[in-house]
Protein backbone atom coordinates (compact mmCIF):
# COMPACT_ATOMS: atom_id res chain seq x y z
CA UNK A 1 0.00 0.00 0.00
CA UNK A 2 2.27 2.63 0.81
CA UNK A 3 4.96 3.31 -1.86
CA UNK A 4 7.16 5.78 -0.57
CA UNK A 5 10.66 5.34 -0.80
CA UNK A 6 11.30 7.54 2.35
CA UNK A 7 11.81 5.55 6.16
CA UNK A 8 8.53 3.80 7.76
CA UNK A 9 9.78 5.98 11.50
CA UNK A 10 8.95 9.45 9.21
CA UNK A 11 5.87 7.87 8.08
CA UNK A 12 4.82 6.93 11.62
CA UNK A 13 5.45 10.30 12.82
CA UNK A 14 3.87 11.63 9.77
CA UNK A 15 0.78 10.09 11.09
CA UNK A 16 0.88 11.07 15.14
CA UNK A 17 2.22 15.08 13.89
CA UNK A 18 -0.24 15.68 10.83
CA UNK A 19 -2.70 12.81 10.44
CA UNK A 20 -3.53 9.78 8.30
CA UNK A 21 -5.09 11.75 5.62
CA UNK A 22 -2.44 14.13 5.56
CA UNK A 23 0.11 10.88 4.71
CA UNK A 24 -2.39 9.55 2.36
CA UNK A 25 -2.40 13.39 0.54
CA UNK A 26 1.18 12.67 0.27
CA UNK A 27 1.49 9.55 -1.01
CA UNK A 28 -1.41 10.26 -3.58
CA UNK A 29 0.55 12.86 -5.27
CA UNK A 30 3.77 10.93 -4.97
CA UNK A 31 1.48 7.72 -6.77
CA UNK A 32 -0.29 9.36 -9.02
CA UNK A 33 0.11 13.44 -9.58
CA UNK A 34 3.67 13.57 -9.70
CA UNK A 35 5.79 10.42 -9.69
CA UNK A 36 9.19 12.24 -10.11
CA UNK A 37 8.11 13.23 -6.21
CA UNK A 38 9.10 9.41 -5.18
CA UNK A 39 12.48 9.38 -7.62
CA UNK A 40 14.10 12.52 -5.63
CA UNK A 41 12.09 11.57 -2.30
CA UNK A 42 15.89 10.39 -0.14
CA UNK A 43 17.04 10.49 2.91
CA UNK A 44 18.81 13.88 1.79
CA UNK A 45 15.10 15.43 1.29
CA UNK A 46 13.40 14.33 4.56
CA UNK A 47 14.13 15.01 7.75
CA UNK A 48 13.37 16.37 11.64
CA UNK A 49 12.85 19.65 13.40
CA UNK A 50 14.62 20.35 16.90
CA UNK A 51 11.31 19.21 18.31
CA UNK A 52 10.83 15.73 16.58
CA UNK A 53 8.47 17.10 13.63
CA UNK A 54 9.30 15.02 10.16
CA UNK A 55 9.51 17.50 7.66
CA UNK A 56 10.34 17.85 3.73
CA UNK A 57 13.40 19.75 3.08
CA UNK A 58 12.97 18.94 -0.74
CA UNK A 59 10.54 16.86 -2.80
CA UNK A 60 11.14 17.23 -6.12
CA UNK A 61 14.56 18.14 -9.23
CA UNK A 62 12.83 20.34 -11.65
CA UNK A 63 10.21 19.83 -14.26
CA UNK A 64 6.69 19.63 -14.95
CA UNK A 65 5.39 18.90 -12.32
Not at 20 to 30: A, H, P, S, V
Not at 33 to 39: I, K, R, S
Not at 41 to 65: A, E, K, M, V
Amino acid sequence: YYYAPCCNEWKALVIDYYGQEMLDKFINFIDNVCPEVGEDLHQGNYGYTLDGRPILLDYSGWGDC
